[in-house]
T-cell receptor, first 111, second 112 residues
Framework: RKEVEQDPGPFNVPEGATVAFNCTYS??????FFWYRQDCRKEPKLLMS???SGNEDGRFTAQLNRASQYISLLIRDSKLSDSATYLC????????????FGQGTELSVKP | NAGVTQTPKFRILKIGQSMTLQCTQD?????MYWYRQDPGMGLKLIYY???????DKGEVPNGYNVSRSTTEDFPLRLELAAPSQTSVYFC???????????FGSGTRLTVV
C-alpha cells in the first residue's frame, strides 16, 4: 500500500461545478497535512494546510479525518484557472519528518 | 526577492557524465530539500538539509550527493549519470521544519 494515495484522475468538470478530491495516508502517526497545486510543467505551490478542525480559504475547503486517515479538498464554483494537478502531502514524524507526496489528481475545468 | 533559484533549467547528459544542479535561496531559510518528479508521479525526496554543514538522505539518495557549505546554497551532484535519473528536479526551502514554503522552478534533466 502506498503511503499517500490520491483519487486517480483526471477530473473533468464544467465551470461553476463543485469538485472534491480525496487522499488517504497509511501512517497513523502523521502530524501535518497539506494540499499543493502544480500547474503543467511548473513547480508545486502551497495551496493550503489542513487542520484537524477543517479549514476554508475562499472557494477551497480542506478536511481531515484522522480516524479514517484521509484528507479531502473541496473546490466550489470551479474556475478555468483551477485547472491543475493537486498534490496531497503528508508529514510523518515516524519517518524522520519527511514530507511524502501523493501522485497527484489532475483537474480540468471546461467552459 | 528572488526566492529559490535553480540552474540550469534544462540539461541533456550522456550516460556516465557528471553534473551539478545549483540551488540558491535568499530568504535565510535553514531547511532546504531536493526532490525529483517522474512523469505522472509525486515528488520523491532525494536529500535534505536542516542548516549549513548538515545534510541527510531522503527516500531516493542513490546516485546523488549534496553539500551545504552556506545557508544560501544547496547544490545536488550527479555522478555517473544513468537513464533512470531522467527526471524533473526541484529544490525547495522552508523557514520551519516539516513544511515546503518555496520551490525553485525546476531542472529538466534527460540522460541519454
Amino acid at each position: 500500500r502506498k503511503e499517500v494515495e490520491q483519487d486517480p484522475g483526471p477530473f473533468n468538470v464544467p465551470e461553476g461545478a463543485t469538485v472534491a478530491f480525496n487522499c488517504t495516508y497509511s501512517n497513523s502517526a502523521s502530524q501535518s497535512f497539506f494540499w499543493y497545486r502544480q500547474d503543467c510543467r511548473k513547480e508545486p505551490k502551497l495551496l493550503m494546510s489542513v487542520y484537524s478542525s477543517g479549514n476554508e480559504d475562499g472557494r477551497f475547503t480542506a478536511q481531515l479525518n484522522r480516524a479514517s486517515q484521509y484528507i479531502s479538498l473541496l473546490i466550489r464554483d470551479s474556475k478555468l484557472s483551477d485547472s491543475a494537478t493537486y498534490l496531497c502531502v503528508v508529514n510523518s514524524y515516524n519517518q524522520g519528518g519527511k514530507l511524502i507526496f501523493g501522485q497527484g489528481t489532475e483537474l480540468s475545468v471546461k467552459p | 526577492n528572488a526566492g529559490v533559484t535553480q540552474t540550469p533549467k534544462f540539461r541533456i547528459l550522456k550516460i556516465g557524465q557528471s553534473m551539478t544542479l545549483q540551488c540558491t535561496q535568499d530568504m535565510n531559510h535553514n531547511y532546504m530539500y531536493w526532490y525529483r518528479q517522474d512523469p505522472g508521479m509525486g515528488l520523491k525526496l532525494i536529500y535534505y538539509s536542516v542548516g549549513a554543514g548538515i545534510t541527510d538522505k531522503g527516500e531516493v539518495p542513490n546516485g546523488y550527493n549534496v553539500s551545504r557549505s552556506t545557508t544560501e546554497d544547496f547544490p545536488l551532484r550527479l555522478e555517473l549519470a544513468a537513464p533512470s535519473q531522467t527526471s524533473v528536479y526541484f529544490c525547495a526551502s522552508s523557514l520551519r521544519d516539516s513544511r515546503l514554503d518555496t520551490f525553485g522552478s525546476g531542472t529538466r534533466l534527460t540522460v541519454v
